[in-house]
């Protein structure tokens, strides 16, 4: 998230790029990044460490896995390819999905049985 100084920022969750976008940090301290689009009910697991990005069309239901130090264009779905890859990334997504069922994406997704 970036800085935007007419909203109180702990009111949603994330962090700042501002220092990376401006060049006073080289890299996040950290090494994931989620992301959400609820329009199109899915998700994106960034692995800053391994140059890796899970995609997760729940809605669709379909995965994608793309190698971005080799592929930054995003136009060879490797999830074929790497299963085991794919499912580690889908497990770790797991327990955030169930904690935030209420807030990400379409909630009928989790309800509990």
Known sequence: MIDFPAFNTDDFDGFS???LMRGHVDRLER????SLSAFED???LIDL???MKYH?????GYELLYDLRHDPEERY????ERPQRTAD???ALAPILWRRRAT???PYHYRAE
């Open 31 to 34: 090494r994931f990044i989620l």
């Open 104 to 106: 990400l994406g379409n």
């Open 17 to 19: 790029l501002l220092g």
């Open 89 to 91: 990334y889908r497990r």
């Open 56 to 60: 997760l069309y729940r809605g669709a």
């Open 77 to 80: 779905n490797l999830a074929d």
């Open 42 to 44: 899915a998700l994106a």
């Open 49 to 51: 460490q391994e140059g």
